[in-house]
């Protein structure tokens, strides 16, 4: 049997609607992008929200945005993609790292206060897996010692932890919409908020500093537009979109499917004896990836791709990759519980595309291998 490790869930209705914008006039950042920077804010429940072309972009904005820059230092997870760390760096500031939980995976709120300084200006959690960190213990370190707080979410749109959703208690949340995502335009992101003036900074910052953007320039009475600031070249297209209209109004019911895979494995593995990462009580996780934590992982992995198995490592350890390495001088020990995971995480499939019995033929063959 051959089991992709993911399959989106782009249904004709999309591609129809992608096909409208192709006959449109504008094809880039306008209506349909406003529309959908609508139904993401509403379903999150936030003020504002600004599409951008990845999670990597909205992370560098806000942290622009906030005015974080050369020389300050921003509190983060090294047990994440690479994205979060480099984007910091991106911003001209500094990554500060925090192991993790070893239930979860989330940055230890409890060890945070220990790394800030006197140029400590931020904290930014990830979600990882889609399982929130706690982010109301989280707002009141960064109350207490004035701190910003930006969410990496790339993981966790259809999140909830103590009835709290992404983006709810920071400065920003910044969200992925790259191909493996649960809701995916091929490459993409936004960024939501809730303080207007953030957000009128973060319009501007994603394209060039301009004040005013390319389709209501176009498509409108014409008024000349000011360069207000030096910005970037992180619009998304309106193509991009229109995949995501779609894929938002099921946002729910393609979760409930992930929720019942997932909870299906979590079963199975339990009567196994493999370990796999909790879901905490109270908490609604958006069950964007399930891994399993493994010894020989490496072998495991192989054995599982020889059966037809798409699989992945998520992650290997941030500071133990060269750049970081070679930059920082971080060597193995320094964050040991982020190392024992990323030594042993192992990412089955999962997806609303995921057949039962594509699902039974993971756990049988994981069987066979610990049996």
């Not at 306008?30 to 929200?49: I, P, Q």
Request: proline letters at 3%; aromatic letters at 8%.
């Amino acid at each position: 049997m051959k089991i992709e490790f993911f399959k989106h869930n782009i249904s004709e209705n999309d591609i129809n609607r992608v096909n409208d914008v192709l006959h449109s006039i504008f094809l880039t950042n306008a209506n349909v992008t406003r529309e959908f920077e609508s139904k993401l804010s509403e379903y999150l429940g936030v003020k504002h929200c600004i599409a951008v072309n990845s999670c990597t972009a909205a992370l560098h904005l806000s942290l622009l945005a906030l005015d974080i820059g050369l020389g300050d230092e921003v509190i983060t997870t090294p047990f994440s993609f690479v994205a979060t760390a480099n984007s910091i760096l991106h911003a001209g500031a500094i990554p500060v790292f925090v192991d993790v939980e070893l239930e979860t995976g989330n940055i230890d709120i409890s060890k945070i206060e220990e790394k800030i300084t006197p140029k400590t200006k931020a904290i930014m959690p990830v979600h990882l897996y889609g399982h929130m960190v706690d982010m109301e213990g989280l707002k009141k370190i960064a109350d207490t010692h004035k701190l910003q707080l930006i969410e990496d979410g790339a993981h966790c749109i259809e999140g909830l932890r103590d009835g709290i959703k992404p983006g709810n208690l920071s400065d920003t949340a910044c969200f992925s919409f790259y191909a493996t995502k649960n809701i995916t335009s091929g490459e993409g992101g936004a960024i939501v908020c809730n303080d207007n003036g953030i957000a009128e900074k973060l319009y501007r910052l994603r394209s060039h500093g301009i004040n005013r953007d390319a389709g209501s320039r176009y498509t409108t009475t014409y008024k000349h537009y000011d360069m207000e600031c030096l910005g970037w070249k992180y619009n998304p297209t309106d193509i991009q979109s229109a995949l995501l209209l779609g894929q938002l109004e099921h946002i729910e019911a393609l979760l409930l499917k992930r929720e019942q895979l997932a909870k299906y494995y979590e079963s199975e593995l339990d009567k196994l004896g493999i370990k796999h990462h909790k879901v905490l009580p109270n908490n609604k996780s958006a069950r964007h990836l399930f891994t399993i934590l493994v010894e020989n992982r490496d072998e495991i992995l192989w054995q599982l791709q020889e059966k037809g198995i798409g699989v992945a490592v998520n992650y290997r350890p941030i500071h133990l990759h060269s750049f970081y390495k070679n930059t920082f001088g971080y060597k193995a020990g320094d964050f040991p519980n982020s190392e024992y995971l990323g030594e042993r995480t192992l990412s089955l499939p999962l997806y609303p595309l995921l057949r039962e019995e594509e699902a039974e033929y993971v756990i049988e063959t994981l069987g066979k291998m610990f049996w």
